[in-house]
């Protein structure tokens, strides 16, 4: 499970998060993954290889996984992102947002 460290970003600094973030204007959710990824990992994202692993209704957050990418896990931005680290997801970091730990253990039947 790819995470990255949050910092400086005024929104839950120090915890680990999902590569993420907003749509924008025009674009939809697979877009927006797509281009998350490159603009914070450097890694390019074949769109058809994406499939939904979760949605949460209550913020209309979408869940994709991707176990294929192109170029090379690179920190793009080192002013918000501290690292980019794998972990297993059974074993993932103490200080992870709450939920994407639940979102998490809902995907990989984790109790």
């Known amino acids: ?8 970003t005024g929104y839950l600094d120090g915890y680990w998060d999902l590569i993420s973030g907003h749509v924008e204007n025009g ?6 993954i ?10 390019v994202i074949n769109s058809a290889q994406l499939s939904i ?3 949460e209704p209550r913020k209309a ?10 170029g090379t896990i690179t920190n793009m931005e080192p002013d918000k992102c501290a690292a980019l ?7 993932l970091p103490a ?5 994407v730990a639940n979102v998490l253990k809902t ?4 109790s």
Do not use: P
């Open 34 to 43: 797509v281009r998350e990824a490159l603009e914070k990992a450097g890694i």
């Open 85 to 91: 680290e794998f972990f297993q997801v059974h074993d």
């Open 53 to 55: 692993a979760h949605v």
């Open 27 to 32: 674009e939809d959710a697979t877009a927006a």
């Open 61 to 70: 957050d979408i869940f994709f996984e991707c176990s294929n990418w192109t």
């Open 95 to 99: 200080h992870i947002i709450d939920n």
């Open 107 to 110: 995907i990989f039947s984790l």
């Open 1 to 8: 499970m790819l995470l990255y460290l949050r910092k400086n």
